[in-house]
Antibody, heavy 119, light 107 residues
Framework: QVQLVQSGAEVKKPGASVKVSCKASEYTFTTNYMHWVRQAPGQGLEWMGRINPNSGATTYTQKFQGRVIMTRDTSVNTFYMELSSVTSDDTAVYYC????????????WGQGTLVTVSS | DIQMTQSPSSLSASVGDRVTITCRASQSIRRYLNWYQQKPGKAPKLLIYTASSLQSGVPSRFSGDESGTDFTLTISSLQPEDFATYYCQQSYSTPWTFGQGTRVESK
C-alpha cells in the first residue's frame, strides 16, 4: 500500500518561498506521475501540476508557471513542491497525490500540508 | 482548459435517500472522469475512476455513469458516513481540472 507523508505546516511572509515535501513508501518510483493539488480555506480542489518520477519532467498549470517548481529525489523517495513569491492567496492546504498503476487517476494522497501566508 | 461544471453545489438528504450528482465537461473527455469524496480536514478519497469503475474497497452503493460529456455519481442509499463533499475531476488532458464540489448535508 502506497503511503505519502508530507512535511509539517508552514507560516510564511508575503514574498517568501515555501517548499513542501512528500515522502513516498511502497511506491514504484519510476512509473506513474506524482501530482500536487491545493485547497484554499473553504474552497475546492485546484490541480497545480505533476512530475514524472522517472525523467523529472514536469507539467504545471498556467496559473503557477514561473512560480512553482516540482522536483524529486529518488535516493530518499521524496517529492518536493516549491512555490515562490507567495501571497495571502496562496494560503491553502497542499496535497501530493500519486497515480495508481493504471495512471489517469489520483489514488494515493498525502495528509496535506497547511501553508499560511501572513505578514 | 477543460471546464468541469458540477451540480448541485449542495444538497440536503436523509439516510436511505438516493442521491445523484452531475458533472458536465466543456468538451469531450471520453471516459477520463473520476469522482472523489472529501470529509472535513481529510484528504480526498477516490471513489470512482474512468466514469464508472468502482475503486477497491468502496461500497457498491456508489456508482458512476456517463452520457457524452455528462457524468453522474449516484449513491443508491445514503448512509451516515456519506455526508461529505464530492468532486469530479477530468484526467483527459492537462491541466487536470476539478468540479466545484457538491456538499451533501443531512436534512
Amino acid at each position: 500500500q502506497v503511503q505519502l507523508v508530507q512535511s509539517g505546516a508552514e507560516v510564511k511572509k508575503p514574498g517568501a518561498s515555501v517548499k513542501v515535501s512528500c515522502k513516498a513508501s511502497e511506491y514504484t518510483f519510476t512509473t506513474n506521475y506524482m501530482h500536487w493539488v491545493r485547497q484554499a480555506p473553504g474552497q475546492g480542489l485546484e490541480w497545480m501540476g505533476r512530475i514524472n518520477p522517472n525523467s523529472g519532467a514536469t507539467t504545471y498549470t498556467q496559473k503557477f508557471q514561473g512560480r512553482v517548481i516540482m522536483t524529486r529525489d529518488t535516493s530518499v523517495n521524496t517529492f518536493y513542491m516549491e512555490l515562490s513569491s507567495v501571497t495571502s492567496d496562496d494560503t491553502a492546504v497542499y496535497y501530493c497525490a500519486a497515480e495508481g498503476s493504471g495512471g489517469w487517476v489520483l489514488v494515493y494522497w498525502g495528509q496535506g500540508t497547511l501553508v499560511t501566508v501572513s505578514s | 482548459d477543460i471546464q468541469m461544471t458540477q451540480s448541485p453545489s449542495s444538497l440536503s438528504a436523509s439516510v436511505g435517500d438516493r442521491v445523484t450528482i452531475t458533472c458536465r465537461a466543456s468538451q469531450s473527455i471520453r471516459r477520463y472522469l473520476n469522482w472523489y469524496q472529501q470529509k472535513p480536514g481529510k484528504a480526498p478519497k477516490l471513489l470512482i475512476y474512468t466514469a464508472s469503475s468502482l475503486q477497491s474497497g468502496v461500497p457498491s452503493r456508489f456508482s458512476g455513469d456517463e452520457s457524452g460529456t455528462d457524468f453522474t455519481l449516484t449513491i443508491s442509499s445514503l448512509q451516515p458516513e456519506d455526508f461529505a463533499t464530492y468532486y469530479c475531476q477530468q484526467s483527459y488532458s492537462t491541466p487536470w481540472t476539478f468540479g466545484q464540489g457538491t456538499r451533501v448535508e443531512s436534512k
